[in-house]
């Protein structure tokens, strides 16, 4: 099997049918953000590093192709696409010439890997599916040419050219408001600056996936100090010894499949969490709790969710897990009463507008809802069958709408392939776990 096609292809549309409590046992892929990350800090290290468990789908794919672009070796061990071994450049990037990196749809390969360019003594262009080209980056470019290097867009979006030239490094403030990815990105390039990094966080949005670049940093032995918005790299270009990662179940997949149960009163389990901490999405347990859903930790590192025979209306602040916004907006939908959604506004800058796509959609369904800049009000109780949903190329749109048709029945979800972006094989875990789901 190639390694670049070892996941299942999903349908590019699907009829879902009512389908009852859904229940069973899944094994959710990799996690989508220690991959990333993961891929990343074993290319810069210095040393050979394992990496296990890594998700499969078309983000990592990209990922692989564009460090082997780089000149960064990445051989996979076997034909799941889950086990790799790199060797790091200590930092060094070799000079491969002009390269051109695709990045799919995948907004942490562009930033992460914008950033990693400009250790490279050539030219590379990132590029993109169009969705993902009108993703923001001008935050992160701006500050990256503050620190010496030279990277150029057109204004602040993808495509970007990141010219030959090491930054310095030094003090700089970036804004991450609109993604915390901006700041992240430079965290990991920053060991190699001469000057190190001093770095002020004038805005940082979804700030646990931030946390979780620290604190993947520290174990390699980066000396990253910390003090509210302040971060600081010390001078030297020292870097890091490359580490084996084993990579957890990723618990934002976890969270479609979880939804499933809440939506349908079923009881789904979900294998290979235990390491799964210090994902932020795993805060979603508690709005599904607030919801009325039933939690189970298991002993094996397992996770149980039994969803109530009928939803509450719920009132949750997401700033700490945005991406959970579909999902929730869908279980809202089904709540008789009003919920209140908060702290999102950064949703508008993801794969879609996420707010403005839930609106549009979930009208055709016959629920109204609305916003504000960074909140969502949902007139819930009011979902109806027979509506042909869009996911707008977005993941998460297409596998929230899973839900909601296997709740209410007769929905057709069109673009269902956007689910290859992080969990390939999704549609084939809501027909194991008894959804009545049909190519459409």
Not at 72 to 100: F, H, M, N, S
Not at 173 to 187: E, I, P, R
Not at 262 to 270: E, Q
Not at 367 to 374: A, C, E, G, H
């Amino acid at each position: 099997m190639s390694e670049e096609r070892a996941f299942h292809r999903a349908p590019a549309s699907v009829a879902l049918t009512r389908s009852g409590p859904l229940s069973g046992r899944v094994r959710v892929p990799g996690s989508k953000s220690q991959t990333a990350r993961a891929f990343v800090l074993a290319a810069l290290g210095t040393g050979q590093s394992q990496i296990t468990g890594a998700l499969v789908a078309d983000d990592s794919h990209h990922m692989v192709h564009g460090l082997r672009a780089l000149g960064i070796p990445v051989e996979a061990l076997d034909d799941t696409g889950e086990q790799w071994r790199l060797t790091g450049c200590g930092g060094a990037l070799p000079d491969v010439g002009p390269v051109t990196i695709d990045s799919g749809f995948a907004g942490t390969v562009m930033r992460f890997l914008t950033a990693a360019a400009t250790l490279a003594p050539h030219q590379t262009t990132l590029t993109g599916r169009p969705a993902l080209l009108a993703r923001p980056v001008g935050d992160l470019l701006q500050v990256l040419n503050q620190l010496g290097a030279r990277v150029e867009a057109s204004g602040d979006f993808p495509p970007v050219i990141v010219h030959s030239g090491l930054p310095r490094g030094g003090a700089a403030t970036v804004d991450s408001s609109k993604s915390s990815q901006f700041a992240s990105a430079l965290l990991l390039a920053a060991p190699f600056f001469p000057d190190g990094l001093t770095l002020e966080l004038s805005g940082l949005g979804a700030p646990g996936y931030f946390d979780m670049t620290l604190q993947m940093l520290r174990q390699r032995g980066v000396a990253v100090q910390r003090d509210g918005m302040r971060l600081v790299i010390p001078p030297g270009g020292h870097g890091y010894p490359a580490i084996d990662e084993d990579v957890a179940g990723d618990a934002s997949a976890a969270s479609h499949i979880f939804t499933l149960a809440a939506a349908t009163g079923g009881t789904i389990t979900v294998e290979k969490l235990a390491g799964a901490t210090m994902q932020p999405d795993m805060r979603i347990l508690s709005v599904l709790a607030d919801f009325g859903c039933t939690i189970t930790h298991d002993p094996d590192g397992s996770i149980t969710v039994s969803g109530p025979q009928q939803l509450r209306p719920i009132d949750a602040d997401l700033s700490q897990t945005p991406d959970q916004l579909p999902n929730m907006v869908v279980l809202a939908s089904l709540a008789n009463g009003r919920s209140v959604i908060r702290g999102v506004g950064m949703t508008r800058f993801h794969e879609t507008d996420r707010i403005a796509s839930l609106e549009t959609e979930m009208a055709k369904v016959g629920v109204v809802v609305t916003s504000t800049q960074d909140d969502v009000f949902i007139e819930g109780g009011t979902a109806q069958p027979g509506a042909s949903l869009y996911s707008h190329h977005d993941h998460r749109l297409a596998m929230a709408f899973a839900s909601l048709g296997a709740a209410v029945g007769d929905i057709a979800v069109d673009n269902a392939d956007a689910v290859e972006k992080t969990y390939p094989a999704f549609w084939s875990a809501v027909e194991a776990l008894g959804g009545k789901v049909s190519p459409n």
